[in-house]
């Protein structure tokens, strides 16, 4: 019964797809593998040739500029190859019985899951797709996902970094991709991949706007406060780069905290639907809000299944600030100054770049056992595991970074390294001129130096750093492949060259 | 703070039903809860009830839970009435009962989903035209209703909703579009929504038809 039909593409390549008459069925499309099952072709249910002729043919217009142009503009730039894993852009367009379609690669391995739900798959989720909503909810991460999917906090600290990142390079590029939501970014928390699907959904300027809202839960306040306006009305709000800083903003919160930032106790109307519109939309208030409580979540509501082992939906036991000072800062500014003003809302550069210091900050869980093995140093002198409660003990290296100023004195950028063993120096650490991201070549990214403690000491081993100096020392050289001793107030110059940093050591010391 | 989904099954279990319809409708019924489990938002919130109606009227499952539900046997009687009305009534004691409204202190339901279906029409017609606007009352997201078969009368059901749609066979392929399209309608709450207004229901397969 099914049968292999075979097009041309607009670039003028074959394509083809198997219609097996059951085509897997996306909010707006109807997706068909490709015969190797490499690429799908995605039709868009709703838009047809013979029935309205202009709708289908701004739609065509909008997805020519998307696999054309557009691809382009991002994929043949310098580094353009980095994004192929993080954005799955759609390359190709076909028509075939008066649908448009376009063809996406296929979603890679690791995004599927390997082993899926506890107790033997109980629910039978081998193989299917890794919906972020597996980890987002407390429910799923702490009584249905097995501890092989889950990852650890780290690994969460990773995917966000590669969401936001995919995010910043779509939006510099003047795109929107209007509706970011657990559904369109496919998470390996296993490995801490992370892409970006469902692009045809871009805004692109000067062209019509898509026919999207968004998601729940992803949807900006003045997106759902507006939607009762007409399309036209120039009141009404449509998605944007704007609101796609809001959706960034509840993902990184949901995947480091597996709750929603605006989902709390407090009721605006007794009907449903529109208590779920007044508190998502032009009520919504940050359950974690400083100063409004009135949000907080209720945790006579909250099913003990959800709570246990780790108690996600309870604010007072694992509050925000867990996330270290830079997210924590992103995430007021993201839900308390920018909720009902997206133009304050931190932008994803903005994310990037918090995420990459906040890695920095980041430390092992003493206990063995502790399901989330990582935790942000909260720069507190007796350091904890949020999660398990473990406290840190013995000696804990903090490495704090200064930089040279135009008039030639050091200044501390608000920037730390926290020390544990096997812990690494990269080249954006030792040079603030050196960011990491995709323009870095492969031979920038190794470590340079890493650090371990041995024989009852913590020390420094320079592997690549030909101007490590020890300046507690007069200076003195530290050539590769030798070591120094790390202990309280040592300072040490990463680089002579321009933009090289100084570290001064702070030893917090818990026996 | 997850809000329940509770979805409503009534299910004709008469005589007309035995053999391969019922046998058609569970495994379609099994492959909707199983396919239900696997979508990360329905197994949050989706609550489900069976309710089946030949001569008797029975609560074969009370509003359960995805993750902790087994779906019980279904038994049709050789022949007997179509007691739809009595199945409402249930519905409706069952309903007010069970529904958890929102209040100044408690977050409610989601508005219930209730689907019907049946091969014949209401054998009392009385008690059945009696409880319509009692069903109207209780405030379901949406009410669908499925008239199976060449026997089955729309007719009937159109009293009770415009959500309703024809099976032309009560064999397995039909039934198993019919519930997976349920499905469907069950989870779309959580798919990408349109700008425009919202279709409350995703349009159903090709030997589902709505009566217009």
Known sequence: MAKTITLVGISGNTIEFVDNGDPMQGGMKDVYFS????YVVAFFRDYDFNKNRQEYNNLKDRMLEIVTTKKDGVFKQEGGA???????????LVEHNGKLGIAVPAYQKHFFFSVGSKNNDFLGIKGKEKNGKWFASPFHFNKNLDAHEKGDWYKYIIVCLHIARATRRLHSAGLAHSDLSYNNVLVDPTSGKAAVIDLDGLVVPGKFPPDVMGTPDFIAPEVLATKHLAKTDSNRKHPSIQTDRHALAVMIYMYLLHRHPLRGGKIHDLDPVKDEELSMGSKSVFIEHSTDKSNRPKMADVKPSH???TPWPDVSKLPYSLCGPYLQGLFNQAFIDGLHNPALRPSAGDWEHALVKTIDLIQPCQNKSCELKWYVFDNNTKPKCPFCGTSYKGQLPVLNFYVKTPAGKFSYENHRLMVYSGQNIYQWHVNKNILPNERLAPETKKPVADFHFHNNKWILI?????SLLDVSDSNKEIPIGSSIEITDGKQILLSKEDGGRLIIVQLVNNQ | MVRRLPVYLLLDTSGSMKGEPIESVKVGLEAMVSSLRKDPFALESVHLSIITFDREVKDILPLTELENLTLPDIITPESGPTH?????????ERCNKEFIRGSSTQKGDWKPLLFIMTDGKPSDMAKYQEFIPK???????????CAAGPKSNSESLKLLTENVVHLDTTDSSTFSHFFKWVSASVSIGNRSQ????NNELPPPPPDVHPVI
Do not use: H
């Open chain 1, 35 to 38: 015969p190797d099952k490499s």
């Open chain 1, 82 to 92: 980095y994004w192929t894993d993080l954005l799955c852009w759609p390359y190709d």
């Open chain 1, 307 to 309: 709570l246990t082992p």
């Open chain 1, 462 to 466: 320079n592997r690549k750093l030909n």
């Open chain 2, 84 to 92: 739809l009305g009595m199945a409402l009534e249930l519905l409706y």
């Open chain 2, 135 to 145: 069903i109207q009352s209780l405030g379901f997201g949406s009410i669908v209703a």
């Open chain 2, 194 to 197: 349109g700008s425009g207004d």
